[in-house]
Nanobody
Framework: EVQLVESGGGLVQPGGSLKLSCAASGFSFRRYAMRWVRQPPGKGLEWVSDIDNNGPATYGDSVKGRFTVSRDNAKNMLYLQMNSLKPEDTAVYYC???????????????RGQGTQVTVSS
């Protein structure tokens, strides 16, 4: 059974940083692309970042240059380093699993329970 457990969220002031983690189990993590999405309060899901199984990553325009996705295939872990946080980054953040090594070829499902990030002074 695919399991994804996000952690690392919290309350941070504008301009601050957080690092989110996603612990994956129940599948061969190293074989699949992964994705971060977020859901701001009262809004729909928004794509944040994709990372292929071997590392190449892409980012949404709203986070490009501020967020960095990474993965440790030996530890079955996905990360999202978030810097220069803004109030509009406030959302529940989810990691999701693709069904291919390439994010471009993947359909994403099996979302975790999410972790809340609140950016406020």
């Amino acid at each position: 059974e695919v399991q994804l457990v996000e952690s690392g969220g919290g309350l941070v002031q504008p301009g601050g940083s957080l690092k989110l983690s996603c612990a994956a189990s129940g599948f061969s993590f190293r074989r699949y692309a992964m994705r971060w999405v977020r859901q701001p309060p009262g809004k729909g899901l928004e794509w944040v970042s994709d990372i292929d199984n071997n590392g190449p990553a892409t980012y949404g325009d709203s986070v490009k240059g501020r967020f960095t996705v990474s993965r440790d295939n030996a530890k079955n872990m996905l990360y999202l380093q978030m810097n220069s946080l803004k109030p509009e980054d406030t959302a529940v953040y989810y990691c999701t699993k693709g069904n291919d090594a390439s994010a471009n070829r993947s359909k994403f499902s099996a979302r975790g329970q999410g972790t809340q990030v609140t950016v406020s002074s």
